[in-house]
């Protein structure tokens, strides 16, 4: 199984500010995925981070606000964009190789003041 | 278009009982995985089991099982004996199945509770 680690586990950020979160997995994968979570919520797709190429992005987020980078096999960052209060979530990054089941690291708390 | 429906919001038994969390998934591919997550209070995701839809024997793990049934759609999940350490957020989810993995759509996941 892959180990999936995220950082940082939590911060508080002032609005109009950008929050870059890190997701370091310990072998190489095929696919990585960056979720949101919003409180009491289920997760939802941000987008999928593709290797070597721009990220693909679920319908009702966009890259300016979400920019994704994904420079190698084992990391990808997520950037939080000009942040809200409605931005306060727990981010969550998923990495899976070929036809495994998905590991999540352990979810960035992001609260924006 | 994919869905999963995980109609218990909130689920309150005494430490001891049974309890089964249900799942029922929507989905035009004839081929699919399923999944079961568990989200403790601390808020990382843990994975439970993965199911794909050629097999529909029922797993048994410890105190955990699960029933797949393809003809009604649903995959439910069954904890024995249930323990106060139990109480988390419960995901069921599912995910086409590819060459590649792909994206795993979530349910809205059931809140479950085990008092002392």
């Known amino acids: 199984s892959a180990v999936i680690s995220q950082k940082p586990s939590r911060d508080i950020c002032q609005r109009g500010t950008s929050l870059t979160i890190q997701c370091q997995v310990d072998?190489?994968?095929?696919?990585m995925f960056w979720y949101r979570q919003q409180p009491g919520q289920s997760l939802t797709l941000i987008a999928t981070?593709?290797?070597?190429?721009?990220?693909?992005?679920e319908s009702g987020f966009v890259i300016d606000k979400f920019p994704i980078s994904r420079p190698n096999l084992t990391f990808s960052t997520l950037t939080v964009s000009n942040m809200s209060p409605e931005d306060s979530s727990i981010y969550l990054c998923?990495?899976?190789?070929?036809?495994?089941?998905?590991?999540f690291g352990q979810g960035t708390r992001l609260t924006v003041v | 278009a994919q869905k999963v429906t995980q109609a218990q919001t909130e689920i309150s038994v005494v430490e001891k009982e049974d309890v089964t969390l249900d799942c029922v998934y929507e989905?035009?591919?004839?081929?699919?995985?399923l999944f079961w997550y568990k989200q403790p209070p601390s808020g990382e995701l843990v994975f439970l089991i993965r199911?794909?839809?050629?097999?529909?024997q029922n797993e048994i793990s410890g105190r955990y099982s699960w029933n797949f049934q393809k003809s009604t759609s649903s995959f439910n999940f069954t904890i024995t004996a249930s323990q106060v350490v139990d109480s988390a957020v419960y995901f069921c989810?599912?995910?086409?199945?590819?060459?590649?993995?792909?994206?795993?759509?979530f349910g809205s996941g059931t809140r479950l509770s085990i008092r002392p």
């Open positions: 998923s990495a899976s190789q070929g036809n495994t089941e998905a590991f």
């Open positions: 072998s190489q994968v095929t696919m």
């Open positions: 981070a593709n290797q070597g190429s721009e990220a693909t992005y």
């Open positions: 989905t035009r591919d004839t081929t699919y995985y």
């Open positions: 199911r794909n839809s050629f097999d529909e």
């Open positions: 989810a599912l995910s086409e199945m590819r060459s590649s993995a792909s994206k795993i759509i």
